[in-house]
């Protein structure tokens, strides 16, 4: 068994941050596994073991920078592999044989075979140059996975133009010089191999002394040859023609460089992402896996479902053939109804709601009620707990202004009613309709009483005008007729609280010496948790259910 080092290959000059470490200690890897990815700010590589064997040390750690000749890790390798691999001392890491990275230095001859640059028909200073594919360390053809510019575009020198793809490798193909984007003579999703003419920039002024410069040692930054034939109109109009139109991601400005590893690059084109769309929470904003399953997942959740009745990426109730079990019948609901629907879902999913529950003792108000029984005959009207009610609710609402507010500014600020309007849940044969009662708190009990009668009479012959049902500030949801010992009803949006009403019943209360009988009328709060707290909530119901055991306070 032989120990041998795998360094870090000619990576074009500088330094590259290892971005991902593929291997772990103890690991078996082949020749050309790759053992860690690197990056800089225009290419990420992988780099390969250069020997069959086990991983015995591991020399780098993630978010390192590393020049070449930097150890990777010591690999222990079979007697087969090492005798291949001729074996040198795990010490002498200069004298290592470097892995053949994906990307090598471009050749000054291979650049010279690369298509050659044309001079601008009106030889001035602007020179049209064809941009090749660079050295890409292999005679493989790679994938051209994204076009960052458009024609017309300019770029500044260091601009990515492509980015090509291997197995092992993506990398940013660079502007070699500032200037025009003329053609691009590539499209997305191609197959290109190093000296295949990209697209024709157009220098502006002192971009031929930048062409001129010797070829970049940069692999990534490959330098165009010298031409000076000029570019047909035809064949650039053509090429124009070829050039597909802007994709979202020919959409980014051009150069704004997608910081992603070949692995990530990869998953996001099998994904059919967009990285330009992704935010990077790696390094230096590097797009890492967890950010491409962040984003498929938040897609996901966004995505508006086939069935109206979700809003919030909540999955459809499905459709179900009822006729399959039996005899059906099918009935058109009424438009009321849908409204009804429409509002109470808006205002289920939307407001967070609470529901506080109390029993008030009427027992006192109904012996008061009983008592102006004649006197509402006597005028005509029913008077029922319903304005009493109305009348308690006025001055709590007086006396705890949260309940009439309402949420504005997307919930920056709360808009405080002056005035107390109160709406009422009336049950009708088409629908739910509320009613409101307006300046609740400057109105008798007979005056309610008979506002109460006339509405809910209005809503079941549908004589309700809009401006009937508008303005309210708080709502009262009565079922104290139909029965139930307790609901939790949802807020009237965009109010904040709800009053649910329950059947009055006879009940044993302690009196602090016995149990005695009393009247015993089961409330229910809802309130927007958004804008009413449960201290809010607590004083308002402890206000009410006062106000309703001694009505007397009602009028102070
Ligand atoms: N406990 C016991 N009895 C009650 C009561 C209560 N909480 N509330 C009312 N009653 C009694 C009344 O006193 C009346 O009896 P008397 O004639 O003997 O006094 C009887 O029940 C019928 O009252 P009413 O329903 O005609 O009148 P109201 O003032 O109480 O209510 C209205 C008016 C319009 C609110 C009511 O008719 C109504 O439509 N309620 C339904 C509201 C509703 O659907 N809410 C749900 C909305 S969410 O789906």
Not at 64 to 85: D, F, H, K, P, R
Not at 131 to 143: K, S
Not at 230 to 245: F, I, L, N, R
Request: charged letters at 25%; proline letters at 7%; a negative charge.
């Amino acid at each position: 068994m032989a120990r041998e080092q795998v360094t870090v290959p000619d990576i074009g000059g500088g330094e590259a941050e290892v971005i991902e470490v593929l291997v772990q200690v103890g690991d078996q890897v082949t020749v050309d596994q790759g053992l860690i990815v690197m990056e800089s700010d225009k290419a990420s590589m992988e780099i390969p073991s250069t020997v069959a064997g086990e991983v015995v040390e591991l020399l780098v750690s993630e978010g390192q920078q590393l020049a070449e000749g930097a150890t990777v890790a010591v690999i222990s390798s079979s007697a087969e592999a090492a005798s291949s691999a001729e074996p040198e001392p795990a010490q002498d890491a200069a004298a290592s044989k470097p892995a053949e990275p994906q990307q090598q230095k471009a050749e000054p001859e291979k650049a010279a075979e690369a298509p050659a640059p044309k001079r601008a028909a009106s030889g001035g200073a602007s020179t049209e140059r064809v941009v090749p594919v660079p050295d890409i360390g292999t005679d493989d053809a790679v994938d051209l996975v994204e076009v960052c510019v458009a024609v017309g575009d300019s770029v500044a020198e260091g601009d990515s133009l492509v980015v090509l793809e291997s197995d092992k490798a993506s990398m940013e193909v660079p502007a070699p010089f500032a200037g025009e984007v003329l053609e691009i003579r590539v499209s997305e999703g191609r197959s290109v191999r190093q000296g295949d003419e990209l697209m024709v920039l157009r220098s502006e002024g002192d971009a031929p002394a930048a062409a001129e410069a010797p070829a970049s040692e940069n692999p990534a930054e490959p330098k165009a040859p010298k031409s000076e034939t000029p570019a047909p109109a035809q064949e650039k109009a053509q090429a124009q023609a070829q050039v597909p139109t802007a994709s979202p991601a020919a959409e980014h400005s051009p150069g704004s460089a997608v910081y992603a590893g070949p692995a990530v690059r990869k998953l996001a084109r099998e994904f059919g992402i967009d990285l330009g769309e992704v935010s990077g929470s790696g390094p230096r904003g590097r797009i890492v896996k967890e950010d491409l399953q962040n984003f498929t997942r938040e897609r996901l959740r966004s995505a508006a479902p086939a069935a109206p009745a979700s809003g919030a990426g909540i999955p459809a109730i499905p459709e179900v053939d009822f006729s399959a079990f039996g005899e059906v019948e099918v009935t058109q609901r009424s438009k009321l109804d849908k409204l009804t629907a429409a509002n109470m879902q808006r205002s289920w999913l939307n407001v967070p709601h609470v529901t506080q529950y109390d029993d008030a003792d009427i027992t006192d108000l109904e012996a008061f009620r009983a008592g102006l029984k004649a006197e509402a005959e006597k005028r005509g009207t029913r008077l029922t707990p319903l304005p009493f009610m109305l009348k308690a609710c006025a001055v709590a609402l007086r006396d705890n202004p949260k309940f009439r507010s309402s949420l504005a500014d997307g919930g920056d600020s709360l808009v405080y009613k002056q005035y107390i309007h109160i709406g009422m849940a009336v049950d009708t044969p088409a629908g739910l309709l509320v009613p409101v009662i307006l300046d609740v708190d400057k109105k008798g009990i007979w005056e309610l009483a008979e506002e109460v009668l006339e509405l809910a009479g209005k809503a079941r012959e549908r004589k309700l005008t809009a401006a009937q049902m508008q303005g309210g500030c708080f709502t009262i949801s009565s079922l104290g007729a139909i029965g139930g010992t307790g609901f939790s009803p949802i807020i009237n949006t965009p109010e904040v609280g709800i009053l649910g009403v329950s059947r009055a019943r006879m009940a044993p209360v302690w009196d602090g010496e016995a149990f005695v009988p009393r009247q015993l009328l089961p409330l229910a709060l809802s309130y927007d948790h958004r804008v009413v707290n449960g201290g809010d909530a607590g004083r308002f119901m402890t206000q009410l259910v006062a106000l309703l055991g001694d009505i007397r306070s009602i009028i102070l």
